[in-house]
C-alpha cells in the first residue's frame, strides 16, 4: 500500500510537472525552460541529500549516470515525437511503452501478481492510452518516422525508470542526483550548441522552476516506491502521469475533458483499487 500511494504521488507529480513544462514551453525555446528547471531540479535534489543520505558506490554512479543519460534522450526524443504528431495517437503509444517496458522487467525478474493484480495491471495500460489521448485528428496517420520516435520516448523513458530501480537500495537520493547532473550537463552542451536557434524571448522563470522542483519529487517518490514495492506495478501506476497534467489543464485552464479521457481516469480508478489488493 506505501509503495501504491509513493507512486501515485509520482504520478501526479510528474503530471503536474509537464503542465507547467508545457506552459513555459510557450513562452520561449523548451531549451531556454530546460536550462531553469534542469538546476532548480538538481538543487532540490542536493538539499535532501542531508534528509535522506547519499552513498556514492559504484553502482549507485553507474545506474544514476545511465538514468541520466536516458533522462535526456528521452526529453529529446519526446519533444521531437510531439512536433511531428498527430499528438493523440503518439502520447498514449509513449505513455504505453514507458509503462510496458518496465512491467517486463519486473515480472522477468521474479515479480509475481494476485488474480486483482493479472486484472488490474492491463486496465491500467488501459487507461493510461485512454488519459493520455487527447480529441481530434483522428483521421491523420503518423508517419513511420514519428512512430519510431514515439516508441524511443516511450522506451527512454522506461528505461531511466528502470535504471533507478536497479540502483542500490542503500544509495540514498545518490542515483537521483548523479542522474539529473548528468542529464542536466548533456541538456545544456544541446542548449549551448543551438544558442543561435533559441530565440531571444525570457523564458517563464517561475514555471520552468517548478516544473524542475516537481520533475524531482515525482523522481524521488517512484524511487522510494521501487525500494519498497514491485516494479511492474510502480512503472504502471506512475505511467497515469498524463491523469494529472489533465486535471490540472482542466482547472487552471478550463480545458474540456473529453469523453475518452473521463473513461480513462474512471478506469484508472478502478485499476487502482484492484492494484491496492494485491
Not at 521474479?110 to 480529441?135: C, K, M, N, R, T
Not at 524511443?152 to 542526483?177: M, N, R, T, W, Y
Not at 514491485?230 to 480545458?255: F, K, M, N, Q
Request: hydrophobic share 60%; proline share 4%.
Amino acid at each position: 500500500m506505501i509503495a501504491l500511494l509513493l507512486a501515485l504521488g509520482s504520478s501526479l507529480a510528474y503530471g503536474c510537472a509537464d503542465f507547467f513544462g508545457g506552459l513555459g514551453a510557450r513562452k520561449a525555446h523548451v531549451l531556454r525552460t530546460v536550462m531553469i528547471a534542469a538546476p532548480a531540479s538538481l538543487a532540490v535534489e542536493l538539499l535532501l541529500w542531508p534528509f535522506l543520505g547519499a552513498s556514492f558506490s559504484t553502482g549507485a554512479l553507474a545506474w544514476g549516470a545511465a538514468s541520466g543519460v536516458a533522462s535526456a534522450a528521452a526529453f529529446a526524443l519526446l519533444y521531437r515525437t510531439l512536433a511531428i504528431g498527430p499528438m493523440n495517437v503518439l502520447s498514449p503509444l509513449t505513455a504505453l511503452v514507458s509503462a510496458m517496458l518496465p512491467v517486463g522487467v519486473g515480472l522477468l525478474q521474479g515479480e509475481h501478481l494476485g488474480v486483482a493484480g493479472l486484472i488490474g495491471l492491463p486496465l491500467a495500460l488501459v487507461a493510461v492510452v485512454l488519459v493520455s489521448a487527447g480529441h481530434g485528428a483522428g483521421s491523420v496517420r503518423p508517419s513511420r518516422t514519428a512512430l519510431l520516435l514515439a516508441f524511443g520516448a516511450g522506451a527512454a523513458i522506461a528505461l531511466q525508470l528502470v535504471f533507478l530501480h536497479e540502483a542500490p537500495s542503500d544509495s540514498g537520493v545518490a542515483p537521483l542526483i548523479v542522474g539529473r547532473a548528468v542529464s542536466s550537463a548533456v541538456t545544456l552542451a544541446a542548449a549551448g550548441l543551438m544558442y543561435r536557434k533559441l530565440g531571444s524571448e525570457r523564458p517563464a522563470y517561475a514555471m520552468s522552476a517548478a516544473a524542475g522542483v516537481l520533475d524531482s519529487v515525482a523522481n524521488l517518490l517512484f524511487l522510494l516506491a521501487a525500494r519498497s514495492g514491485d516494479l511492474a506495478v510502480v512503472a504502471v501506476i506512475t505511467a497515469l502521469y498524463p491523469a494529472g497534467t489533465v486535471l490540472l489543464a482542466r482547472s487552471v485552464l478550463a480545458e474540456r475533458i473529453h469523453r475518452g479521457q473521463l473513461v480513462g481516469l474512471g478506469t484508472a480508478a478502478v485499476a487502482v483499487g484492484l492494484l491496492a489488493l494485491t
